[in-house]
């Protein structure tokens, strides 16, 4: 019925507040989906009259439903004809909403060519009248109702419809942090959603088939809107392993089948996707832009030979040459950048030595190399000439949505309504408003006039709920100038982001998840300890792996639930832990999240001995039975001030640098770098004996002497 929920500490401090507050009236602005207003109906029942505000289409119509006001929503004319039948069930404002309601899920269907659509349409219409009776009945049950609905801006409602001295609770949906998933620009970088703004160009496609036995065709598509949110939000978890967070109802391309069928894709809402459609599209591979000297001279060298061609049957990039050493280099290090090329002669005896794998590897390759002309020249080609074709991308598995509760996103409004994040097939129309646009499309409605909300609005209202004698105001960024009035930071999960709760006035709480610990029934190296000859991998309970990791870990690094935890034993002696978590963007290699000794000793290299531990081919075994498919590397991530790392740097078979980025990425050190290496190169046995060699014999100057 709503949609959302607010965390169990925030409701308390919102009942602490509010229960303070002299009146009977308890003013809300930026309703959205009424969580705040049901919030305070548990806990005041009728003694307190609370009031909403919003603009949207839905939100409009729930709240005058909720104050009781009348219900304008009448069908368009050009509508008539297809959705004439819904007329016995727009006449009773109860019978409207719960027509409203239903309508969000089944008029994105109507005026769609195909069969599929016509199926959708006629199911609908068959089930009516048993859908419409169960809404309107519970509806009809509601006991929550409003003092007043404000339709408007928030800031008009706050100056014209609120008395000065009345209480106001507001949780904005503005001042969260950039979120990580990234969008693939029209220069071929995987952006970060929250550093795009309006006017930024897109790759992007069709929203639609344009019908017939036409395929959905790429875009160059303009971002029109983009805003932070706070949402509720799912983890969509991929059989490869990848976990990409969403709002509940942001759509994704998506299919039925795992293989081509005569069932078109659709777009399937994030929480349907596993009962609807659990195969989600990828249109292509995600990459970084590689630093390397290698790749700066085959950027070159496609700069000044290079040459690419979109054409609808095929696209080619790659470089024209005789056959020789530069043609021969060529090659070789495309290959060993991961890029095959295909070698074509021609008469003259130049040869075309083109990349193979279709568009998503000729972009792919210029994302990566970034040689600058090439880059340049495609977003000056026709790229609609290169289509989305049903037998072309793969099918990935969805096994499992996890609800992760109210998360930070950002709202994307595209020319195309699409986008590739991560490298799926996405709409962007998963935000609160366009959600609702079929209900714009379809009913005529008094739509409230309101303005575009930028930093100086965002501002205006901070200030305009400060100006009055009670107020709860919730944010998702620390403002120090309002520290005074800081009523609690709640953060509802391990890797979750902090809510600052300021209020005029009242009590202070901090409440941060609670992680369960739980011993772990081995005794621990101790200083003067030698290292035995038999290692041992022991998978440790997350309450395990919680104590030993604050024990033993800098208290800067976030906590996280991993994968799969080990500790790492030698001849009974516990010397160390190490935990994974599934791949992220390449799916046969898995992210080492922590690596760590958990004891002081005399050796003074005993961390570079679990990373080899965690690199054997134990290690990989448990770690493929946890994914159910085949790993063959690791990576993980260093914060240092040096660049290079002392741990990962030397000494540890096959393990490299891959990147290394100035300054740091968490604030505090000077550089973050990228270490990877294989999975499953040696033993248990074999990365003993070889760290035995390398490092065993040194120890720490004081035991040494």
């Avoid at 972009?363 to 072309?392: C, D, F, N, W, Y």
């Avoid at 009055?468 to 520290?483: D, Y």
């Avoid at 010397?575 to 958990?598: H, N, Q, R, T, W």
């Amino acid at each position: 019925m709503f949609h959302g929920s607010i965390p169990a500490p925030l409701r308390s401090i919102i009942y602490e507040h509010a229960g303070t507050w002299p009146g009977d009236d308890i003013w809300i602005g930026c309703s959205g989906n009424y969580t705040i207003e049901r919030v305070l109906h548990s806990r005041f029942g009728d003694a307190r009259r609370v009031h909403g505000n919003d603009i949207q289409a839905y939100s409009c119509a729930l709240g005058w439903w909720l104050a009781g006001d009348p219900l304008t929503y009448t069908l368009r004319e050009e509508y008539q004809d297809v959705l004439g039948w819904l007329s016995p069930y727009l006449d009773d404002p109860t019978d409207l909403l719960a027509t409203l309601m239903l309508g969000t899920r089944f008029l994105q269907w109507v005026g769609r060519d195909g069969a599929y659509y016509r199926r959708m349409m006629a199911a609908t219409q068959a089930q009516w009248p048993r859908m419409h009776d169960k809404t309107a009945t519970k509806l009809r049950n509601l006991t929550v109702r409003l003092g007043s609905f404000y339709a408007g801006d928030v800031r008009d409602y706050l100056t014209d419809a609120v008395p000065a001295d009345a209480p106001v609770v507001m949780f904005p949906p503005f001042y969260c942090l950039a979120p990580e998933h990234r969008l693939l620009t029209a220069d071929l970088r995987w952006v970060p959603c929250g550093e795009l703004r309006a006017g930024d160009r897109l790759l992007a496609f069709d929203e639609e088939t344009p019908g017939g036995f036409t395929h959905r065709r790429l875009r160059w598509s303009e971002i029109v809107r983009s805003e932070p949110a706070m949402k509720e939000c799912v983890r969509v978890i991929l059989e490869d392993g990848t976990g990409i967070v969403c709002t509940e109802d942001h759509p994704w391309l998506a299919d039925r089948y795992d293989r081509p069928s005569r069932v078109p894709r659709k777009w399937v809402r994030a929480d349907r996707l596993l009962e609807e459609a659990p195969y989600v599209i990828r249109l292509t591979d995600t990459w970084e832009p590689a630093r390397t000297y290698e790749a700066g001279w085959l950027a070159g060298v496609l700069d000044g030979e290079g040459s690419v061609y979109l054409g609808k049957s095929a696209s080619k990039a790659g470089i024209s040459q005789r056959p020789g050493i530069v043609a021969d280099q060529y090659t070789a290090w495309m290959k060993e950048l991961g890029f095959d090329t295909t070698v074509c002669p021609r008469p003259s005896g130049v040869c075309s030595y083109d990349m193979t794998g279709g568009w998503p590897e000729m972009l792919r390759a210029l994302g990566t190399l970034r040689p600058e002309r090439l880059v340049a020249r495609v977003q000056q080609l026709e790229i609609e000439r290169l289509s989305i074709r049903s037998r072309g991308n793969p099918r990935v598995k969805v096994v499992a949505v996890e609800r992760v509760g109210v998360r930070p996103i950002q709202s994307i409004t595209t020319t195309t309504g699409t986008y590739i994040g991560e490298g799926f097939a996405m709409h962007n129309s998963g935000d609160y408003q366009a959600q609702f646009a079929s209900i714009d499309t379809v009913f005529d409605w008094p739509t409230p006039s309101f303005r575009d909300l930028d930093e100086d609005g965002k501002e205006e209202i901070i200030a305009q709920v400060r100006d009055r004698p009670n107020w709860v105001l919730g944010l998702h960024i620390e403002r120090p100038e309002l520290r005074r009035h800081l009523a609690g930071v709640v953060q509802t999960a391990n890797r979750g982001l902090p809510i600052y709760v300021y209020a005029a006035s009242g009590p202070r709480r901090i409440v941060r998840p609670h992680q369960p610990t739980a011993p772990i029934p081995m005794p621990k190296i101790g200083p003067d300890d030698e290292l035995g000859e038999r290692m041992t991998l022991h998978v440790l309970t997350g309450g395990q792996f919680a104590a030993i990791r604050s024990q033993f870990m800098s208290k800067s690094i976030k906590p996280g639930t991993p994968l799969i935890a080990c500790g790492v034993a030698v001849d009974g002696l516990l010397i160390g832990a190490f935990a994974y978590l599934p791949p992220k963007y390449e799916p046969s290699c898995a992210y080492l999240m922590s690596d760590f000794p958990v004891s002081w000793t005399k050796y003074r290299r005993l961390a570079k001995l679990i990373v080899m531990a965690a690199s054997t081919k134990e290690a990989q075994l448990l770690v493929q039975r946890s994914l159910s498919r085949r790993i063959t590397a690791w990576s993980t991530t260093a914060f240092t001030d040096r660049p290079n790392s002392a741990k990962y740097g030397r000494g540890i078979p096959g393990v490299k640098l891959q990147k290394r980025t100035e300054p740091g990425g968490d604030g505090i050190h000077a550089y973050q770098l990228q270490y990877g290496g294989p999975l499953g190169a040696y033993t248990l046995d074999e990365a003993l004996q070889l760290w035995k060699r390398k490092h065993g014999t040194d120890m720490k100057k004081d035991d040494a002497r």
